[in-house]
């Protein structure tokens, strides 16, 4: 059995930062992800990881995120700097990014 949990979520002014972290229980695989999710849309991917590092992040993120993983801990991370009204969302941790078979609970960032 796999879980996910995201923390790490908050309320922040615009030009903050956070942190979000992902632990997991059990397996995590090659490849792991953060999607969001804004108000009336659907879910989007922010960025994905791969055993090597990092593979993608979303346009709008490219010079303002960071996601890294510590095998280790079995915790996936996504720091995010300069954050905008705009990346107000819900974020999801996923496992297998590109077909995700199991999400996290979700942690919310609200940027003001």
């Known amino acids: 059995h796999v879980q996910l949990v995201e923390s790490g979520g908050g309320s922040v002014q615009a030009g903050g930062s956070l942190r979000l972290s992902c632990t997991v229980s059990?397996?995590?695989?090659?490849?792991m992800g953060w999607y969001y999710q804004t108000p009336g849309n659907g879910c989007e991917l922010v960025s994905t990881?791969?055993?090597?590092?990092?593979?993608y992040y979303k346009d709008s993120m490219k010079g303002r995120a960071t996601i890294s993983r510590d095998f280790a801990r079995n915790t996936l991370y996504l720091q995010m700097n300069s954050l905008k009204p705009e990346d107000t969302a819900v974020y999801y941790c996923?496992?297998?990014?590109?077909?995700?078979?199991?999400w996290g609970q979700g942690t919310q960032v609200t940027v003001s």
């Open positions: 990881i791969g055993i090597d590092g990092p593979i």
């Open positions: 996923v496992r297998d990014a590109n077909a995700p078979d199991y």
């Open positions: 059990g397996f995590a695989g090659p490849d």
